[in-house]
């Protein structure tokens, strides 16, 4: 979340085997410095004015980070065995009695090997956490960057489990590595802390993520709710959490294999949507297109049409391209030719079909974006700002506040890339 991470991306770039991890540090990265390799609409063009173009820059709102206090009797533990934390940033005046839980993202471990080597960074130990971070977008207390939550509890739950907050101590000690796979009891362990902290009385809720939280707020949708007051209003929204079951440009099941390996190693079938599960393989009921149904809470999904992350790992892993011809497209869309283009317009497809029968959901809300991006929610870029990605003229700021304030339903989905003018594409190369 926060610049003082560049430190172990780098370190973690070095041992990780897989890019898996490498990749999710990259987007830390990529959200922070999103300024820098933002590809404004308006850079080369002098029709807008000068004011566009400048990077608007915010004072940071740095906070301070808590470890929990109950996790140590309940055996809630980091990957490691050190205490989960969380960061919080009380709300005030209207919106003193509603709660925002964010759930970091990072990837997900599924070997021993990942697992161990992701104990020894910020993404599975508190050793390693920053004492402060910083809470830009839908977390910032800056109304111009965050008008609609800007005033409420803010709370960022770190991630240092491996699986989406979601594995199970019944399957630790494998081959003898201590490892603590605890995801489930660090989520429930620190919703038991907020409640006690004020959160039982929470009159609005929302429970959000991005990317492996993205995938984790939708995971854990209905027990959020089910611990919140009766008469609370309680939603959860999912950024960039819409993971594809889709094989890559090879034709293999890279993703499918991947979580298969996460559900595995980890226990991770006890947590996840059980008629699911009792229907098919656990690991297919971690990919949000078949579990999405099921959950009876309000959702909104935030995500990129050309998923940056989903491009560079799902579509197109490097084990996908062994003679390199995507080495730049699957970083930068804009170096994409016309027959990769039609490759990723098929991923939006994809996505499009993933998402199908969520269009009827009454309560639930979409914003699909054609830009090449990822986790739009945890930077003002793309979130919300005079120059931020919108569809028909609104942000997603304002998308997600007219659903949760049931303004308007809001079921926004963009024309294809490159029709719209205001994304902010990233550029990994
Ligand atoms: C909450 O934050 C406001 C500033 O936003 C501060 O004035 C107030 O004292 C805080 N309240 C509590 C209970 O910490
Ligand atoms: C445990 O070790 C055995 C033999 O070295 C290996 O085949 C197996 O894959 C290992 N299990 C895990 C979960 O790493
Ligand atoms: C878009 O919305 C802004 C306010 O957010 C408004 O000032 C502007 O006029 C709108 N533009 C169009 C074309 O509707």
Request: glycine share 6%; proline share 6%.
């Amino acid at each position: 979340m926060a610049i003082p991470k560049f430190s172990s991306l780098f370190r973690c770039r070095k041992w990780a085997k897989s890019d898996w991890l490498a990749a999710f540090l990259g987007f830390v990265l990529v959200v922070f410095f999103l300024s820098f390799f933002f590809d404004s609409p308006f850079d080369s063009d002098s029709v807008s004015s000068v004011d566009q173009s400048l990077p608007i820059t915010y004072p940071p709102n740095l906070v301070k980070l808590k470890l929990s206090s109950l996790a140590k009797e309940r055996g809630a533990f980091c990957l490691d065995g050190s205490l989960p934390g969380y960061h919080f940033q009380n709300g005030s005046g209207s919106g003193s009695n509603s709660w925002l839980l964010h759930l970091e993202g990072g990837g997900w471990c599924s070997t021993i090997a990942s697992c161990s080597s992701r104990a020894m960074t910020n993404y599975g130990s508190s050793n390693y956490f920053e004492d402060e971070v910083s809470f830009p977008g839908v977390l910032s207390n800056d109304p111009s960057q965050n008008p609609e939550f800007f005033n409420w509890n803010r709370v960022v739950i770190r991630y240092c489990d491996g699986a989406s907050f979601a594995g199970r101590p019944e399957a630790e000690f494998k081959n003898e590595t201590r490892l603590f796979f605890r995801g489930q009891l660090i989520w429930e362990t620190i919703m038991d802390e907020l409640l006690s902290m004020g959160m039982s009385d929470a009159k609005q809720a929302i429970l959000t993520g991005c990317s492996a939280g993205g995938l984790a707020a939708l995971i854990h949708c209905d027990y959020f709710r089910d611990h919140l007051p009766k008469d609370a209003v309680v939603k959860c929204f999912s950024d960039g959490g819409f993971f594809l079951n889709l094989p890559d440009v090879l034709g293999n099941p890279t993703m499918e294999n991947f979580f298969n390996d996460v559900v595995n190693l980890q226990g991770v079938d006890k947590s996840l949507d059980q008629s699911c599960v009792a229907k098919m393989d656990p690991c297919k009921c971690m990919f949000p297109h078949e579990f999405l149904k099921n959950i009876r809470t309000p959702v909104f999904l935030v995500n990129a049409a050309y998923d940056s992350w989903q491009i560079e790992h799902v579509l197109v892993p490097v084990s996908a391209d062994p003679d390199k011809s995507w080495a730049k497209c699957r970083l930068n869309i804009k170096e994409c030719d016309a027959e990769q283009m039609k490759v990723l317009h098929g991923f939006r497809s994809s996505l499009m079909d993933g998402i199908g029968e969520f269009h009827q959901n009454k309560v639930g809300g979409m914003f699909i974006d054609s830009c090449f991006s990822h986790c739009q929610s945890v930077a003002p870029e793309t979130w919300h700002s005079p120059t931020s990605t919108r569809i028909e003229n609104k942000t997603i700021a304002e998308s997600v506040g007219d659903w949760f304030f049931n303004r308007n339903p809001v079921k926004l989905i963009d024309c294809p890339y490159p029709c719209n003018p205001s994304c902010s594409n990233m550029n990994f190369a």
